[in-house]
């Protein structure tokens, strides 16, 4: 089993900001498109953000795109989430998944790996 990790996620305020990373125990990703969903209490699972391997192909969901980045970094085979304006509703646990192929889309069943996720709370 191919372990996936989240880090960053945490207790802000509403304005504020936070980064979220996301690596694995092995280079998995190494090849594989990797995004970003979100699971709030009570709520179906929502995307959040996808990039492709090569950097490219990338999607946000609509209540985050122009505040949230999502980017990868080669040389350590890390994919950040850069969170900002983060609202109250955006409170959920953050997971990242690994992609089935090169490029992910928006959809839960196009990735194969996920992590257990980290814990964000955007308070009023």
């Known amino acids: 089993q191919v372990q996936v990790l989240e880090s960053g996620g945490g207790l802000v305020q509403a304005g504020d900001s936070l980064k979220l990373s996301c690596t694995t125990a092995k280079r998995t990703h190494s090849g594989n498109g990797v995004g970003w969903f979100r699971e709030a209490p009570g709520k179906e699972r929502e995307f959040v953000a996808t990039?492709?391997?090569?950097?490219?192909?990338?999607l946000y969901g609509d209540s985050v795109k122009d505040r949230f980045t999502i980017a990868r970094i080669r040389a350590n085979d890390t994919v950040l989430l850069q969170m900002t304006g983060l609202k109250p509703e955006a409170t959920a646990v953050y997971r990242c998944a690994i992609g089935l192929r090169a490029i992910a889309g928006r959809q839960s069943d196009e990735y194969r790996y996920w992590g257990r996720g980290t814990q964000v709370t955007v308070s009023s």
């Open positions: 990039i492709g391997w090569s950097g490219g192909n990338i």
